[in-house]
């Protein structure tokens, strides 16, 4: 029996699961936490790796990485980390996403040249903020990596050349997914000059062997490896529910948002993965459980109780900020109060339906971009809710699938390593559990119209054309 290894190497921790390359069955389990905060140095990954991969790695003929997107590790001449590495969820480089956009002519233009509107999240405003702030460190640099680069790079026993994914590299600002090349031309913008950049990789690509002679496969995103763990096809569309919420599609064509709405990212297999991702998720129904004295299975309760559209009651749930509209200074709105709306219960149910609104914009984001939308796969920890289950089909308009609960990033770059080992053209194919098929029960569209006025009373700018 062959095993492979797949690495979810995320913001928080790393996750190991060592599986049977043909039929998908997880055999055995490792995890290590990696430091908080939002830049971390790369040595504190790979000791969580050979922590949590203790005893797995070394049974495995392959492994790939899954890894956290967009994060910047610099790289001197001598293959040495030249700072800790910036993560995408450090906003230090919001300023510089504001010069980059104007500096090529706009968001349309930049849409237009890598499917992206830059954002502090990616990987060339990090650079900018790092050719501006620490120039001293900028001079060293050599070459940028993504995380989950220079982990395989480590992993391969740093060759000379290394190597990305398509899906990771979509994410950079300066690799366009519809032409498959980089964008010298904006990296040098952002940066003042040319550095090195990794190799693309064919998806099923060997690039490399470990220390123990397993194949290593080119690795990807934690996005795109969620994507291919749980064997996505075009018109499949993952709405995450976790401490912000993520919605992404499988596509045969690329998408260009000049709005910044929808990123425009590739996939691990050669297609493509438009995805939306919002501050707000799970922890607005964890802030309303508060509020309201009451745990979440208390919350759960009240919100069942409550009709359909919370007696009038609207949550904006914009409580840190919002990206998805660009709101970052924006506060949560409760709408529709009146003596007879303000219950217990309808506050309960006004949290699951505003969440799931802000998710279902997303949703009508992708369908407006020609994204086919035929069933929803919810994901995270807000997608075990009774509340969330009953509500969400009529709100997204179409089935529902809850898979069962996975390490869908580890398992996604175990597959991709299955594929790297056996060659062929498809990466193999495993079952994915699903727990339960929601149909929608009736029509969400009267909360949906409302969420929608509230929302563009309060930010007139959200409103659509």
Not at 67 to 92: C, F, K, S, Y
């Amino acid at each position: 029996m062959a095993l492979v290894a797949g690495i979810d190497s995320s913001t928080q921790s790393c996750k190991v699961v060592l599986v049977d390359a043909d039929t998908g069955e997880i055999i055995e389990t490792g995890r290590a936490d990696h430091p908080d905060g939002t830049e971390v140095h790369p040595q504190a990954w790979w000791d969580a790796l050979m922590q949590a991969g203790d005893g797995l790695l070394d049974r495995a003929d392959a492994v790939a990485v899954g890894g956290q997107q967009h994060g910047m590790v610099a790289i001197d001449a001598a293959g040495e980390v030249v700072r800790p590495a910036l993560l995408w969820n450090d906003t230090r480089s919001a300023g510089a996403a504001r010069d980059l956009t104007a500096e090529l002519g706009g968001p349309q233009a930049w849409a237009d040249a890598v499917g992206l509107v830059p954002v502090n999240s990616f990987t060339i405003t990090k650079l900018r903020w790092l050719a501006q702030e620490e120039p001293s460190a900028a001079q060293r640099v050599e070459q940028v990596m993504l995380p989950h680069d220079w982990l395989t790079w480590q992993l391969a026993g740093r060759p000379e050349e290394p190597t990305t994914d398509r899906g990771d590299a979509s994410g950079t600002g300066y690799w366009s997914a519809a032409t498959g090349e980089y964008r010298p031309d904006l990296l040098r913008m952002a940066f003042g000059r040319e550095i090195g950049v990794p190799r693309v990789a064919a998806p099923s690509e060997v690039v490399g062997r470990t220390s123990s002679d397993a194949v290593v496969a080119p690795g990807t995103g934690d996005n795109m490896g969620a994507a291919l763990g749980m064997g996505m096809a075009p018109g499949d569309v993952v709405v995450s529910l976790g401490t912000s919420g993520t919605v992404f599609a499988t596509s045969d064509k690329p998408v260009a948002d000049a709005s910044g709405i929808v990123a425009g990212f590739a996939d691990a297999t050669g297609r493509f993965l438009p995805l939306i991702a919002t501050l707000n998720a799970a922890r607005v129904l964890s802030a309303a459980a508060a509020m309201l004295g009451a745990d979440l299975s208390e919350l759960n309760r009240l919100a069942l109780e409550a009709p359909a559209g919370a007696g009038g009651l609207v949550l904006l749930p914009y409580l840190d900020g919002e990206r998805t509209p660009v709101l970052p200074d924006a506060t949560g709105t409760l709408a529709g109060l009146t003596r007879d709306s303000m219950t217990p219960q309808n506050l309960a149910r006004a949290a699951v339906e505003g969440m799931l609104c802000g998710l279902a914009d997303g949703v009508d984001a992708l369908r407006e971009h020609d994204v086919p939308v035929e069933r929803v796969l919810l994901i995270g920890g807000a997608a075990q809710s009774k509340a969330v289950r009953t509500v969400a089909p009529d709100v997204f308009g179409v089935p529902v699938s809850v898979p069962t609960p996975g390490e869908y990033v580890a398992l996604g770059a175990a597959r991709q390593a299955a594929w790297a080992l056996a060659g062929g053209a498809e990466p193999p194919e495993w079952s994915v559990g699903v727990e339960t098929v929601l149909e929608p029960q009736g029509s969400a569209e009267a909360i949906r119209d409302a969420y929608a006025a509230a929302r563009v009373r309060m930010h007139p700018e959200t409103a659509r054309n």
